[in-house]
């Protein structure tokens, strides 16, 4: 009797051990997932600081173009079309022609054409 009360402690006590084990397991498991959520949402956290500061960039770069002052150049289409010089046009000049310089600040396309009136 004394061998099988000994035995049922040992059993007992190899069982308290196993759930003891698989109480650990079940923690390391869950560490392990909350480590991997927290990873991916470090991740989250990084694309979202980038689509923020995109986003800046891109509201800052439309406010410019809504203000920027100009017309759109030909080549570039950005705005820093403007003339740069006007004068009376050599054989049209008596008839109101006028031969206007146009420049680009941005790209510095150049082009030159006669207008009237």
Do not use: Q
């Not at 650990?24 to 689509?51: H, N, Q």
């Amino acid at each position: 009797m004394a061998d099988l009360i000994a035995t049922i402690t040992t059993a007992i006590s190899i069982a308290k051990k196993l759930k003891d084990i698989s109480d650990r397991i079940k923690d390391v498991e869950l560490k392990g997932t909350i480590a991997d959520l927290s990873l991916e949402l470090a991740e989250l956290k990084t694309r979202l600081a980038d689509v923020i500061t995109e986003n800046v960039a891109l509201r800052e770069k439309v406010k410019a173009l809504e203000t920027a002052e100009g017309d759109p150049c030909p080549k570039c289409h950005k705005r820093g079309w403007s003339i740069e010089s006007s004068e009376p046009d050599r054989l049209f000049g008596d008839l109101g022609g006028m031969k206007r310089a146009y420049r680009c600040s941005l790209c510095g396309f150049t082009e030159s054409k006669i207008v009237t009136g």
